[in-house]
């Protein structure tokens, strides 16, 4: 166990669907981040937030909407969904932001997210 | 475009043996390394961190860092059918740049 949860740990959603997954962390960490795993591709960096604020929005489709409303909770709301955007997605966090330390990042058990 | 590259595998290595891992990457301003596993289905947990020149040991695992020539590698001795799984290498320069990994078979 990481101090990262992560629900739903799978998900199936057609296009028109709306859904949001979850991501809660009980390290006290500032730092948060939603990452995409797609099969033997780098991970990739999605959005990040720190103390609540969005400092990094890595040109992610608007389809994909993030929200941060404490230090301890991160959601990821889907909508129109493209088959596509099917990959795992991680939620991280770190003590502080990684561009101002070079930390440590822990992850969630991620979902995997399939777009039919 | 900063780049960390990985050899995809799969690498297979009887028990027992020594895995040998390796990655290499683009930014000589990169000041921390990571090695994180990845088990199938699960996400990814961090075995292994170095930060300057030299080997670091932790039990089974050693990462070894090379900033001359921009490799980092983990070796893990005495292999075990456990450490079958996709390691991956990631580089800080405060900002993490990730390999996509290299998947590691031990057979018994």
């Known amino acids: 166990e990481t101090g990262v949860t992560q629900t739903p740990r799978h998900l199936v959603m057609g296009m028109t669907n709306k859904k949001s997954l979850k991501c809660e962390q009980h390290l006290g960490h500032n730092a948060m981040y939603w990452y995409k795993q797609s099969a033997k591709k780098p991970l990739e960096l999605m959005f990040v937030?720190?103390?609540?604020?969005?400092?990094e929005n890595n040109s992610v489709p608007s389809r994909f909407s993030p929200e941060c409303p404490n230090s301890s909770h991160l959601f990821l709301h889907l909508h129109t969904l493209q088959p596509e955007d099917s990959a795992l997605y991680l939620c991280?966090?770190?003590?502080?932001?990684?561009?101002?330390?070079?930390?440590?990042?822990?992850f969630g058990s991620g979902t995997q997210l399939s777009v039919l | 475009q900063k780049e960390v590259e990985q050899n995809s595998g799969p690498l297979s290595v009887p028990e027992g043996a020594i895995a040998s891992l390796n990655c290499t990457y683009s930014?000589?301003?990169?000041?921390?390394f990571f090695w994180y596993r990845q088990y199938s289905g699960k996400s990814p947990e961090l075995i292994m961190s170095i930060y300057s020149n030299g080997d670091k040991e932790d039990g089974r695992f050693t990462a070894q860092l090379n900033k001359a020539s921009q490799y980092v590698s983990l070796l893990i001795r005495d292999s075990q059918p456990s450490d079958s799984a996709t390691y991956l290498c990631?580089?800080?320069?405060?900002?993490?740049?990730w390999g996509a990994g290299t998947k590691l078979i031990i057979k018994p």
């Open positions: 930014d000589r301003g990169s000041q921390s």
């Open positions: 990631a580089v800080g320069n405060y900002q993490l740049i």
């Open positions: 937030y720190s103390l609540e604020e969005r400092v």
């Open positions: 991280a966090s770190s003590l502080i932001l990684l561009r101002e330390s070079n930390e440590k990042l822990f």
